[in-house]
Structure formats: structure tokens, C-alpha cells
């Protein structure tokens, strides 16, 4: 007869457990939050349409920030948009991912001189993912998701968890650059 | 019945005719380019207003710095004509004195562009509220950024902290570079490639 008896599980292995659970789904159903800031846009709709089909992937976009669970930033960010970027990583629920596309998000790329572009996006938001290349192509691109969804199942995509831990590291750098995170709208107050 | 290139000369004739025109130039038969002196800008863009150019298409600028001047450009279009017209005129360089009435009277849509001239090239235009405000630079603290004599680079690197490179070449997690190793095999394979050409 077999036993019934069973080790029961601590509560943080329970809890890894759920996680597993959880990224299995999540990896397999990615909504993507599309912040299209520079010419790296031009490459996802092959990506999303039938020629590269990324449904096939379980991805998707999404309209919303609290919704979405990756964030692609698309190209070369200036000091105006990298403060709406941190907004909007700030309003995703966790856990969140964050793919940079094209070299300007690695090293500033050709924007490298510019007087209003920032030169690295890991500065300030943690990215998981880098896609290299000006422009990357589209095979290169999947490929990146591809390696996202690797890594979301070897628990290596954690730059949430490293955003709460440096939280103070990135909210200086962010400060340097942007001033207050806080978005004036002349129009509007 | 008139062609186009008969439009751009009478504009030129008419132009020449009420104002000290400076000099003029034919783009093609569409645009046409006058310079003016500083104090006729606003009766040109009158005269020109009640003549059909309703539209205020652009207003920028151009540093000339060898000759310490900038160049301030209008360009207004006609809806009925299809004739770009372009009325530059040159004002002082120096950041203090740089200034021009402002034509918001005339065309009210320059208020935008008169505040994104001042932005980037530090001309004032007294005349119009809001000049002075911030419009699409953020966190800027340095000299116009579309100035001759601004430093791009060097504001970037005070501004925003660069990737440093260590090495050449940079490996995954730390891993033993194995350049040495394809170096030999590129070597080898070198070695044997002939080109498609017997030896």
C-alpha cells in the first residue's frame, strides 16, 4: 500500500512553487506595453503581423501600463520621455520586464553626442533584455523575447527585484537626470 | 493667363516696389527667398498677409557665427498660389541684445514657434507673454542648444553617464575570454581558403 504520508511543503517552498506556477503562465501569455520612442517601433509590426506572428508566442499588446507585464522601450529616449518611461515603469504591477531595443538604449548609439538624449537606460529602470543593433531585424528581436521567456523560466529575469533593492541608486540617478519625477503639463494645470 | 514663375517675379516686383528689398532669390517656382532689413520684417508680413500668404508655415533661425549675426527666417504660404515665400532678415548675435518684436499680431500660430527659437537659439521676442517659457528642452541648463559656439558632446558627457568598456572584448557572466582560440582557428581556416583559386 502506498503511503500517505507526504513531507509537508515550508512556506517558502510553497511559495516558490506558486512562482513556477506562475511564470510557466506568464511566460507563455507576455502583453507587451509599447512605448515606441524612436525607430525601433518600425520592426514590431512585422513581428505582430502574420509574417513573424508573435500571437504564436502568446504575446500580445496591451493598451495599459497595470496590465501590460513587459515594457519595450523602442529606441533613443531623451530626457523628456525617459521621465514618462519612469512613469510608467513605476505604474506596471509586478512582475514587470523591461526590453531595450536598438543601441541607443545600450550606449546612446549614434545619439551618443546628443544634447538631449540620455546615452544608457539601465542607469535608470533595470532592462532584462537587450536587443543590439541599429536597427536590430525582426528575427533578432523574437529572438530577444524568445530569450526573455528563458529567462523568465530560470528565474534570471529579475530586474524588479533589483529595482526594490537599489530603489535609492536608480531614484538618484533619475533625479540627476530628470529633475523630480514629476510630469508639468502647462496645458493642463 | 499667368504661369507660376510669372506669380514668383510679380511678388518679387511688388515686394521691391513698397520696401527696401535687400536682395532676392528664385528657389524654384514655387519658393521664393527676400531678405529685409530688421525694421521692415513686420509691414512685409502685413503686406504680404493681406495679399493671400495666410499661413505662417515656419519660423526658425541660423546662427552665423563668423559673421556674429543670426538669421531669422519666416516662411509663409499661400493657399490659393502654392508659393512658399521665405522673408529673412539678420538681427545681432549677442545673447543680450539678440531680439525682435514679436509678430503674434499678425500671425497669432508664431507664438510657438517664437518660444522654440528662443529655446534653441536664445533670441528674445519681446511682444509675445510667453517667450521665455520652457517648451521642449527639460532639466536644461547650459547655453541655446542650436548655437554655434554650444559643445554638444561636452554637455552630454556632464549630463549623462556613459557605458565604460573595460576591454575590447567583454564576456557573458565573467566567463574565460576564448578569443585566442577562435584567433587559431581563424588562422587555420585562412590557411586553407583559397579563394576558389588553385595555389
Known sequence: MKSTKFTKFTEKEADAKWWEIGNYFRRNSIWMLMYCTGCGAIELPPAMTSAYDMERLGMGPMATPRQADVLLVTGYLSVKTLRRIIYTYEQMSEPKYVVGFGSCTINGGVYFDSYAVINRLDYYIPVDVYVAGCMPNTEAILNGFVDLMGMMKNKTANGWVKYHENYEWYKANQIQAVGEVHVHDEFHE | ?199
Open chain 2, 1 to 199: 493667363m499667368m504661369n507660376s514663375m510669372n506669380n514668383v517675379e510679380e511678388i518679387i516686383a511688388a515686394v521691391e516696389a513698397n520696401f527696401d528689398l535687400l536682395s532676392s532669390d528664385v528657389i524654384d517656382k514655387y519658393q521664393v527667398g527676400l531678405d529685409v532689413n530688421k525694421n521692415e520684417i513686420h509691414r512685409l508680413l502685413i503686406f504680404l498677409k493681406t495679399n493671400g500668404w495666410i499661413q505662417l508655415s515656419y519660423l526658425t533661425a541660423v546662427d552665423w557665427i563668423e559673421e556674429n549675426e543670426f538669421e531669422l527666417v519666416y516662411i509663409v504660404f499661400n493657399w490659393d498660389k502654392a508659393v512658399h515665400i521665405q522673408i529673412r532678415t539678420r538681427i545681432e548675435r549677442d545673447v543680450e541684445k539678440a531680439s525682435i518684436e514679436t509678430i503674434m499680431p499678425i500671425y497669432p500660430g508664431c507664438k510657438y514657434y517664437e518660444r522654440e527659437v528662443h529655446e534653441f537659439f536664445g533670441i528674445k521676442f519681446p511682444g509675445n507673454p510667453d517667450y521665455h517659457k520652457q517648451l521642449i528642452l527639460e532639466q536644461f541648463d547650459d547655453l541655446p542648444p542650436l548655437r554655434k559656439d554650444f559643445d554638444p558632446l561636452a554637455y552630454a558627457e556632464r549630463k549623462f553617464p556613459k557605458r565604460d568598456y573595460p576591454d575590447k572584448f567583454t564576456n557573458l557572466e565573467g566567463k574565460e575570454s576564448e578569443q585566442a582560440k577562435r584567433d587559431v582557428t581563424h588562422e587555420r581556416v585562412s590557411k586553407l581558403r583559397t579563394g576558389g583559386t588553385k595555389k
